[in-house]
């Protein structure tokens, strides 16, 4: 049985081998499941892979592909038009993005094109509905800067938010996972998690927004760090996983404790 974030319908199904595949920024716990899948860098025997939810999206195969922004070297009148902008609709996260936006916004107008503090008319879908990531990337291409930031900030939690903005051309402002330069190169994007305040983080946006030559060096650079991909997220890895559990006998298969203590 494989089960997400939501809900606890798995725990009556007692007599089957249970998968967590996390969507949200959960551990897993593996008193409940015998094998996960999830976005932490976890080493728990054969129980578990590492599969941060960016990897399901075509934009991260695109980047794959791509290695790089297709910007102009030398040309920084090929920049895109626009300042920033800021796409949500969940108005509950952390405070820290909605404080971005907003000490950001006072220096230079954002556009936030989302349900949540939405300030401009221009309609780009609403999110996880249909392919909803085509209308979003085409949007962002519009601008030099998008507010990229997770709804909380833990070590290992990134999703598609980061990966968008990349796919987009765009510079991410990013702040989520403190570690995230082992996965994505740390000078493609700004990493709020390097400045002691916001004050900080937006001084530094806009001495870039008042120097096009330093956004075009920035959008240079490759994706990933030394411009390769890691090899515990590629694809083989994970259908290498994927083949060992359903390939094991189910006897076999049972990881959890089913008696005693882990019945209780």
Not at 44 to 56: A, G, I, N, S
Not at 194 to 218: G, R
Not at 225 to 254: G, T, W
Request: net charge negative.
């Amino acid at each position: 049985m494989i089960y997400g974030t939501f809900g606890f319908d798995f725990l009556n199904y007692e007599d089957c081998i249970r998968i967590y595949l996390p969507g949200e920024n959960e551990i897993p716990d593996f008193n409940l499941c015998d094998f996960s899948f999830g976005y932490h860098w976890l080493d728990f025997e054969d129980r578990y892979q590492r599969l941060p939810k960016y990897l399901l999206y075509d934009q991260y195969k695109d980047l794959l592909k791509r290695r790089r922004s297709r910007t102009s070297e030398s040309n920084v009148e090929d920049l895109p038009p626009r300042f920033g902008n800021f796409i949500y609709s969940n108005k509950i996260g952390h405070p820290f993005r909605d404080h971005l936006f907003e000490k950001l916004h006072t220096t230079k107008k954002v556009d936030s094109a989302g349900a949540h503090l939405r300030n401009i008319d221009e309609q780009i879908g609403d999110a996880y509905r249909g392919d909803w990531t085509k209308p979003k990337i085409e949007f962002q291409k519009e601008y030099r800067f998008s507010i990229a930031c997770e709804n909380a900030s833990t070590k290992s939690y990134t999703t598609e938010k980061l990966i968008h903005a990349l796919a987009a051309d765009t510079i991410p402002i990013y702040w989520c996972n403190p570690d995230i330069g082992r996965e994505f190169n740390s000078k493609r994007f700004i990493n709020c998690h390097n400045y002691q305040s916001l004050d900080e983080i937006v001084d530094h946006i806009m001495s870039l927004e008042n120097d096009p030559s330093q956004i075009s060096k920035i959008l240079q650079e490759p994706f990933f760090p030394d411009d390769k991909d890691l090899e515990e997220l590629s694809e083989n890895r994970i259908l290498q996983q994927s083949h060992y559990i359903f390939s094991v006998d189910k006897e076999q298969a049972v990881r959890r404790n089913l008696h005693f203590w882990g019945k209780i």
